[in-house]
């Protein structure tokens, strides 16, 4: 079992930068692959970024790359997502999520999540 927490969101003007943390509970942390998602009101739930168990390998979604960096730490069980040049298109509730398959951005291919934190980018 992993309990993930997400904390880091809040208000940012365009071009700004934000880093969200999700900070996992549970001794397990290192054998899942993480990854953050996004949604924006009205929207599908959508992939934003993903690592690999010990972070060797990363994939981001075409939207944010080059832009957004995600890394964790495993002895802290913690994620990172760092995101820069933020847009207002970047507006939405962004989530961490836990699972076992390399390069997947299907919500339902991940097995624990967070709560969610909110991410506003002001134009």
């Known amino acids: 079992q992993v309990h993930l927490v997400e904390s880091g969101g809040g208000l940012v003007q365009a071009g700004g930068s934000l880093r969200l943390s999700c900070a996992a509970s549970g001794r397990t942390f290192s054998s899942y692959a993480v990854a953050w998602f996004r949604q924006a009101p009205g929207n599908k739930r959508e992939f934003v970024a993903q690592?690999?168990?010990?972070?060797?390998?990363?994939y981001y979604a075409d939207s944010v790359k080059g832009r957004f960096t995600i890394s964790r730490d495993n002895a802290k069980n913690t994620a990172y997502l760092q995101m820069n040049s933020l847009k207002p298109e970047d507006t939405a509730v962004y989530y961490c999520?836990?699972?076992?398959?390399?390069?997947?951005?299907?919500?339902?291919?991940?097995?624990?999540w967070g709560q969610g934190t909110q991410v506003t980018v002001s134009s």
């Open positions: 690592i690999s168990w010990i972070g060797s390998s990363t």
């Open positions: 999520a836990a699972g076992n398959y390399l390069r997947a951005t299907n919500p339902t291919n991940y097995d624990y």
